[in-house]
């Protein structure tokens, strides 16, 4: 394995276990509650899709078809400030815990960016998408719901 792709394999995995404040739909059922449109409890394939594709256009913010380290920084940093804001954390921690998701947010975006163009494309971002509803799909049924149980290294 090469040190690059060693290092995207450590850095997505960091990325992943970033606290809830960066990556809430890392827990099962916050990405339940954040993905399920219809509030069924039950997060779909194609539930899934168009939620991406919403997040996807919502980001993109110049409406170019890819999304620059500008856009998907800023998009982060608006729902890390709402978390925050909402938080009763001291202002130092607060302080604390923005520094460190926006250093965080840097090393996903190169991640993210797997062919180094300097913008996430649509088919970069729906992989990653669809790595979170597998990783969340533990029962492998097509849907993520509460019937999916929860592996060990799973938050929760």
């Known amino acids: 394995m090469n040190t690059r792709i060693l290092f995207a394999s450590v850095a997505l995995g960091a990325s992943l276990l970033a606290?809830?404040?960066?990556?809430?739909?890392?827990?099962?059922?916050?990405?339940?509650?954040?993905?399920?449109?219809?509030?069924?409890g039950v997060v779909t394939k194609d539930e899934y899709a168009a939620t991406?594709?919403?997040?996807?256009?919502?980001?993109?913010?110049?409406?170019?078809?890819?999304?620059?380290?500008?856009?998907y920084v800023a998009e982060f940093k608006a729902r890390l400030e709402k978390k925050l804001a909402a938080s009763d954390r001291t202002p130092e921690k607060k302080t604390e815990e923005r520094e460190r998701q926006m250093r965080q947010t840097d090393v996903r975006f190169h991640v993210l960016d797997?062919?180094?163009?300097?913008?996430?494309?649509?088919?970069?971002?729906?992989?990653?998408?669809?790595?979170?509803?597998?990783?969340?799909?533990?029962?492998?049924?097509?849907v993520v719901s509460a019937a999916d149980p929860i592996k060990d290294d799973q938050q929760t």
Do not use: C, P
């Open 19 to 40: 606290g809830a404040a960066s990556a809430a739909s890392h827990a099962r059922d916050i990405f339940i509650q954040e993905q399920d449109q219809n509030g069924d």
């Open 52 to 71: 991406r594709t919403i997040q996807f256009n919502k980001t993109d913010t110049d409406k170019n078809g890819v999304l620059s380290q500008a856009e």
């Open 114 to 142: 797997s062919d180094k163009s300097g913008a996430i494309t649509r088919a970069e971002f729906d992989y990653s998408g669809w790595r979170m509803f597998s990783h969340h799909d533990t029962n492998e049924d097509g």
